[in-house]
């Protein structure tokens, strides 16, 4: 091989390796993604609420549970309470209840976005330093995760969750 | 003290001596200038390592344990940065969880484990960075010790030669011997160099992820919408001042946004600026609108802040319009206190 090959070949296998990194990053950020508490029981949850009550995860059988990790300073955490409110507004009547993580967040600020978003009922357990949400394996927000009737971790959306892949999960694992 | 300026006639025994020494002081120069070069090179990169290793800089006790372990997992939303080394909010919270687990007398091993079924096997950094790490300070050192080496020997060749310029094939040797130590020095300098700066970068593009994950390319400008992402990006990482420079920047292009004015007069207050923070609210509090109630609040806590009999008159102006809102029973309480 000449040495002139030899420099093609060598930039050609260099091309690739850097579109494959792109390419990984690039898809890597967002979307449905695979947890290692898939197929576990979900990690405990409780804490003081906004709204200044305690709050625990408690086990109810009949009822599928959405828990979401938002915190107000998180640009697609003001988008996708809304699409959260209302999609859980639509399944609550079969079993779904939603419960959120707020992470290391200000009360003032949370509340002002609740009621910014016109979603100040909405149940939120206080994360001031992050715990809660590394102790659910959160690599940032927003994340949602869906747990069967058993309190079993099924699916889990890292970012902006859409009304679509919310609704596919809980057809599959709400309540019949 | 003698001065160190003399003067002297041109063409005098004085001047030509003076001129002989200039010119051994240049021949001397040119003879020891790559060897002085070296050595600046050296102690250059030395510096700089004690500098970045920080030599007997290792924080104690339950610090020490903190970090011992954030060093053996990855941060999970981070580009190869150990939880240690990173910025991002959830290395900050993970480090806090490390420090709990602890506290409460689990082993390393024990959390490590609990990382691992919460973030995969990938978390964890194993074999310990610390060797790569020492590897990656010490190969460039031993290049730049090889460099030096060369460029001493071909120093000492060229003494041995002076007054035989050698030329053709002979020449050729010490050409590249000098290629060869000038690469290796300007290698052993430059990966520490650029690791170095890569790491400081890495760790400031992190923070600025951290802090403003919602904005918009650098090449476009911010809308009033984008700057108010980024000043509530800046309140998550506690920047106050920073958060409210984003909510004049997001109030200057929409000057009659309201929620951006309250957003603005919270930030200046948290700042330890609460007599930026009341004209930026007072207009609002006195009008009917739906940011009226935390307008006064923000305005009678600026005017607490600031002594102002005027405060108390506003924060029960507040409680009459907002009663039920979740700061309410905070205020009744700063006026309780207040008699």
């Keep these: 091989m000449t040495a002139r090959k030899t420099v093609a070949a060598i930039a050609g296998l260099l091309v690739v390796a850097v579109a494959v990194l792109v390419l990984g990053s690039a898809m890597g950020d967002t979307g449905h993604a695979r947890s290692p508490l898939q197929g576990h029981k979900a990690p405990a949850l409780s804490g003081t609420t906004l709204a200044g009550r305690h709050y625990q995860l408690k086990l109810r059988p009949g009822k599928a549970t959405?828990?979401?990790?938002?915190?107000?300073?998180?640009?697609?955490?003001?988008?996708?309470?809304?699409?959260?409110?209302?999609?859980?507004?639509?399944?609550s009547g079969r079993g779904v209840r939603l419960v959120t993580i707020d992470t290391k967040d200000g009360p003032v600020a949370a509340r002002t976005l609740l009621q910014e978003v016109k979603a100040k009922d909405l149940l939120a357990v206080q994360d001031p330093q992050g715990q809660l949400a590394v102790s659910w394996g959160a690599t940032g927000v927003p994340e949602t995760v869906v747990l069967d009737e058993q309190g079993v971790v099924r699916a889990r959306w890292l970012g902006q969750v859409s009304t679509d892949w919310l609704d596919r999960q809980l057809r599959r694992w709400a309540p019949a | 003290m003698t001065s160190q300026h003399q003067v002297t006639a041109p063409g005098s025994s004085?001047?030509?001596?003076?001129?002989?020494?200039?010119?051994?002081?240049?021949?001397?120069?040119?003879?020891?200038?790559?060897?002085?070069?070296?050595?600046?090179?050296?102690?250059?990169?030395?510096?700089?390592?004690?500098?970045?290793?920080?030599?007997?800089?290792?924080?104690?006790?339950?610090?020490?344990?903190?970090?011992?372990?954030?060093?053996?997992?990855?941060?999970?939303?981070?580009?190869?940065?150990?939880?240690?080394?990173?910025?991002?909010?959830?290395?900050?919270?993970?480090?806090?969880?490390?420090?709990?687990?602890?506290?409460?007398?689990?082993?390393?091993?024990?959390?490590?484990?609990?990382?691992?079924?919460?973030?995969?096997?990938?978390?964890?950094?194993?074999?310990?960075?610390?060797?790569?790490?020492?590897?990656?300070?010490?190969?460039?050192?031993?290049?730049?010790?090889?460099?030096?080496?060369?460029?001493?020997?071909?120093?000492?060749?060229?003494?041995?030669?002076?007054?035989?310029?050698?030329?053709?094939?002979?020449?050729?040797?010490?050409?590249?011997?000098?290629?060869?130590?000038?690469?290796?020095?300007?290698?052993?300098?430059?990966?520490?160099?650029v690791v170095w700066a890569r790491t400081g970068a890495g760790q400031a593009d992190q923070a600025a992820g951290a802090a403003a994950p919602a904005t918009a390319s650098p090449n476009r400008p911010l809308s009033a919408d984008g700057w108010a992402k980024v000043g509530t990006s800046l309140e998550s990482q506690h920047d106050y001042s920073g958060a409210a420079r984003a909510y004049?920047?997001?109030?200057?292009?929409?000057?009659?946004?309201?929620?951006?004015?309250?957003?603005?007069?919270?930030?200046?207050?948290?700042?330890?600026?609460?007599?930026?923070?009341?004209?930026?609210?007072?207009?609002?509090?006195?009008?009917?609108?739906?940011?009226?109630?935390?307008?006064?609040?923000?305005?009678?806590?600026?005017?607490?802040s600031e002594h102002d009999p005027a405060a108390n008159h506003t924060l029960r102006a507040f409680l009459k319009v907002a009663p039920n809102h979740p700061a309410a029973t905070q205020v009744r309480r700063l006026l309780a206190k207040d008699g």
């Design chain 2, 14 to 193: 004085a001047a030509r001596a003076a001129a002989t020494d200039r010119g051994d002081r240049t021949s001397r120069l040119r003879r020891h200038g790559p060897l002085l070069g070296t050595a600046v090179a050296v102690l250059a990169v030395l510096a700089a390592v004690v500098a970045v290793v920080g030599v007997g800089h290792r924080p104690a006790g339950m610090d020490r344990r903190v970090q011992d372990v954030a060093t053996t997992l990855k941060c999970p939303s981070c580009n190869g940065e150990s939880v240690a080394a990173s910025n991002a909010p959830i290395a900050q919270s993970m480090r806090v969880e490390i420090r709990h687990q602890l506290g409460q007398g689990r082993s390393p091993d024990q959390i490590r484990s609990w990382f691992e079924q919460r973030y995969g096997s990938d978390v964890v950094t194993l074999p310990s960075p610390r060797g790569a790490e020492v590897l990656l300070w010490v190969l460039p050192g031993l290049v730049l010790c090889g460099g030096a080496a060369l460029a001493w020997g071909m120093v000492r060749r060229r003494g041995r030669m002076r007054g035989s310029r050698p030329t053709g094939a002979a020449a050729l040797p010490g050409k590249r011997v000098a290629v060869a130590a000038g690469a290796c020095l300007a290698v052993g300098a430059l990966v520490p160099a």
């Design chain 2, 248 to 304: 004049r920047h997001a109030l200057s292009l929409e000057p009659r946004s309201a929620a951006l004015r309250v957003r603005l007069g919270f930030d200046l207050l948290r700042a330890g600026r609460p007599r930026d923070a009341v004209p930026v609210v007072r207009a609002l509090s006195q009008h009917k609108s739906a940011e009226r109630p935390l307008a006064l609040l923000v305005l009678g806590l600026a005017q607490r």
């Design chain 1, 66 to 91: 959405v828990v979401n990790i938002w915190a107000s300073w998180c640009g697609p955490c003001r988008e996708e309470l809304p699409l959260l409110v209302h999609t859980l507004d639509r399944w």
